[in-house]
């Protein structure tokens, strides 16, 4: 295969002929190929948006007869990451004798059903609600895509004469209808009415498009694609402006950062009345564009138009009316500005639920709302965890860029409520979420570590988001902070440079948790050295660091997450990684003996202090932890090793050999004690475990 490099200014053509040749003839492998480019722009489909197919021929295993198969994105997958195990595979000719048992709209969510008994592959996911639309069409390769410019052309008053200016005879169009069999009744009408038409406009939605090839419909796909978005910049050039023009100005953008920090705990705290929430901000240049115009006040209230948007987003946004020079430092004042916009979009989303509701609809879900605008500053989005707030943020942007392009084709124009309602609260959709793994005991959790950039803060950061915590990794060390981060998956972790000896650092990096994932729930302090001398040759030096490195970071830490906590008012977790050393005195330790005493009584007035928050403040005393410990790197383990009468190898033998289990201590094992504080032992505060392995004399009681 040699095709020539095609330019495109709308997006991107990402086709190389040596993968697709790679894959030889395997349609599927292909057809695999061509979803994952698509799902690579989000200008094309957003993530978990679209759907795409193949048709191929098989051997039917029971009459050994050849059998057309349809391939298909299966219920609840992403064009981006598409794999095999990701998709439907269903004899074409069942799925079309459908049309013999379908009795009508009434009929739609009995034939989801149906398709199970048309499944080829006993491996597939779950057909999806859009496999009659791809079945009922007789092309190869077919995409059905959610592009910006589709839908805005889609969206925009007068859709069907717009479609016809643009492509004249070669596209063909459909008005909105939800998703299901009838739909796909109507595009085969539709290509029925208009043969030889190279694709669809789904009024409202979003686009039909094929090929006979693999590459034929990508390459259709984007040039249909190409066409609408080169129409709508030339609208937009001759209106001479976007969205009404500019309203206000933006702040700086390091301004719009210190306020989405200092605003984001108190949002959260609000989007979490009913479940806690994790929040992703942006500040993009389109979201400023759409926030700070003339029209957002217009707009806004009109809600989205695509069912993948609204179903992520819901179907509006909270525009707050706090000004953009708000002076935010007096929280429980901009607390009392935020709860009437919050309590009033409640009200109106129960209105909502209360007015389209049918006898069979599920039960109201959560009325918080899940896009929140500040006007100058940004936008804000909460939901169950990172991923999915980040995606419902970028499914916003879409809209906005289906709102500027239909705003200037003739006018935006979105779903009726009733009809969003019906898209919302399908019962189809209420089983799709049903069918969601089980949240793990962590999920919407933000856990912040000091020392994580390896030994046992990155234990204990790995055994956190193991269990489903969001990670904020902190050390004093970038480098290893990188490293330490490339290790979790996207959506996991954050990391940010903190001197725990300066308040001004650990602020900083506060900043940042609370703006990649709007606060903290759990702080972990496990910075720290030791330094092991006998008395006559501890410096001050020695002295000062140790203090202030473990007791005053750990005294300011605490200052300023229980500031943040009580902003959230979601209550909280503090744990100190202290030692066997604050408990049991011995020789050549009494810098490091006298700090480590210092965090754990400060652990105890803390849980005094923050109980009434719900604010729980712990310790975990590990001791004897060798391997994979920074602690024990140099001077600290020549200073056991001779304090002790050994040789430093001699040192994990002697303190397995010492404790009651003979036990080696390592990091995973301290991060569990964390673990069982945060997870576990909810009802437990002002507490101390040893993870020692047993130690006689460290007993507390």
């Known amino acids: 295969m040699n095709n020539p490099v095609k330019k495109f200014n709308y997006v991107d053509y990402l086709w190389d002929d040596k993968i697709a040749d790679s894959l030889g003839d395997d349609q599927v492998a292909l057809f695999l190929y061509r979803s994952n480019i698509l799902g690579a722009d989000l200008r094309i489909t957003n993530y978990g948006g679209g759907n795409t197919s193949c048709k191929t021929i098989e051997k039917d295993p029971l009459t050994n007869e050849e059998v057309e198969v349809m391939w298909i994105k299966g219920s609840g997958g992403d064009i981006g990451t598409l794999t095999k195990s990701g998709i439907a595979g269903l004899y074409t000719e069942r799925l079309r004798n459908l049309k013999n048992v379908y009795g009508g709209l009434k009929d739609e969510d009995r034939m989801v059903g149906l398709f199970d008994h048309c499944i080829y592959d006993l491996d597939s996911k779950a057909p999806s609600i859009d496999t009659?639309?791809?079945?009922?069409?007789?092309?190869?390769?077919?995409?059905?895509?959610?592009?910006?410019?589709?839908?805005?052309?889609?969206?925009?008053?007068?859709?069907?004469?717009?479609?016809?200016?643009?492509?004249?005879?070669?596209?063909?169009?459909?008005?909105?209808?939800?998703?299901?069999?009838?739909?796909?009744?109507?595009?085969?009408?539709?290509?029925?009415?208009?043969?030889?038409?190279?694709?669809?406009?789904?009024?409202?939605?979003?686009?039909?498009?094929?090929?006979?090839?693999?590459?034929?419909?990508?390459?259709?796909?984007?040039?249909?694609?190409?066409?609408?978005?080169?129409?709508?910049?030339?609208?937009?050039?001759?209106?001479?402006?976007?969205?009404?023009?500019?309203?206000?100005?933006?702040?700086?953008a390091a301004d719009r950062l210190d306020k989405a920090a200092q605003i984001m705990p108190l949002l959260r705290g609000l989007c979490s009345s009913e479940s806690t929430m994790i929040g992703h901000f942006s500040d993009t240049d389109v979201v400023m564009e759409y926030i700070n115009s003339n029209d957002l006040e217009r707009l806004a209230p009109m809600g989205t138009s695509c069912p993948d948007h609204f179903l992520r987003t819901k179907i509006q946004p909270?525009?707050?009316?706090?000004?953009?020079?708000?002076?935010?430092?007096?929280?429980?004042?901009?607390?009392?500005?935020?709860?009437?916009?919050?309590?009033?979009?409640?009200?109106?989303?129960?209105?909502?639920?209360?007015?389209?509701?049918?006898?069979?609809?599920?039960?109201?879900?959560?009325?918080?709302?899940?896009?929140?605008?500040?006007?100058?500053?940004?936008?804000?989005?909460?939901?169950?965890?990172?991923?999915?707030?980040?995606?419902?943020?970028?499914?916003?942007?879409?809209a906005i860029n289906v709102m500027r392009g239909a705003e200037a084709i003739t006018a935006y124009t979105s779903l009726p409520r009733q009809e969003a309602f019906d898209i919302e609260y399908w019962l189809l959709e209420e089983a799709k979420l049903s069918r969601m793994p089980k949240e793990q005991p962590l999920s919407r959790k933000v856990a912040f570590v000091t020392g994580a950039g390896g030994g046992i803060g990155k234990a204990i950061a790995d055994k956190l988001a193991a269990e489903g915590a969001n990670v904020v990794l902190t050390d004093i060390n970038e480098e290893s902070l990188i490293e330490a981060h490339a290790t979790y998956k996207r959506d996991v972790s954050t990391y940010a440079i903190c001197d725990v000896t300066s308040t001004s650092s650990i602020e900083s990096a506060y900043k940042k948790a609370c703006v990649e994932f709007g606060g903290v729930d759990i702080v972990v302090h496990s910075a720290g050295l030791a330094i092991s001398k006998p008395l006559e040759e501890t410096t001050d030096k020695d002295w000062n660091i140790l203090q202030n490195i473990l007791v005053k970071g750990q005294f300011d830490l605490a200052k300023q997450s229980a500031a943040i906590m009580r902003q959230q008012g979601l209550g909280g977790n503090f744990i100190s990684i202290a030692s066997k050393n604050g408990l049991v005195a011995g020789p050549n330790n009494v810098a490091y003996g006298t700090a480590k005493a210092a965090q754990q009584h400060m652990v105890r007035l803390l849980a005094a202090e923050l109980a009434k928050d719900k604010i729980r403040v712990n310790t975990v005393n590990p001791d004897g932890v060798i391997v994979g410990s920074k602690i024990w790197e140099g001077a600290w383990a020549e200073g056991r090793a001779k304090a002790n009468g050994i040789t430093v190898e001699e040192l994990p033998a002697f303190y397995a050999k010492r404790n009651l289990l003979n036990e080696i201590i390592t990091p995973d094992d301290i991060a569990n004690g964390v673990f069982s504080f945060v997870a576990i032992l909810d009802k437990s505060t002002g507490n101390i475990i040893n993870v020692d392995g047993g130690m006689a004399n460290a007993f507390v009681r």
């Open 132 to 252: 009659p639309l791809h079945g009922l069409l007789p092309f190869k390769h077919i995409d059905h895509l959610h592009p910006d410019a589709l839908i805005a052309v889609a969206a925009a008053k007068d859709s069907e004469k717009v479609t016809k200016e643009i492509w004249g005879d070669t596209m063909g169009w459909v008005p909105w209808q939800r998703p299901g069999f009838d739909l796909g009744l109507q595009l085969e009408k539709c290509l029925a009415d208009n043969p030889g038409i190279r694709g669809i406009v789904l009024g409202s939605h979003g686009l039909f498009t094929w090929g006979d090839t693999s590459y034929e419909s990508y390459m259709n796909s984007l040039e249909v694609i190409e066409m609408a978005s080169a129409y709508i910049e030339k609208k937009i050039k001759e209106n001479g402006s976007v969205f009404g023009g500019q309203k206000i100005q933006s702040l700086p």
């Open 318 to 398: 909270l525009v707050l009316t706090l000004d953009k020079n708000e002076d935010l430092s007096d929280s429980d004042a901009i607390l009392n500005k935020l709860k009437p916009a919050f309590e009033a979009y409640r009200q109106e989303y129960a209105t909502y639920y209360t007015t389209c509701k049918k006898a069979n609809s599920p039960a109201m879900r959560d009325a918080n709302p899940v896009i929140i605008i500040y006007p100058g500053v940004g936008m804000f989005s909460f939901a169950k965890n990172k991923q999915t707030t980040r995606v419902a943020n970028e499914f916003y942007i879409n």
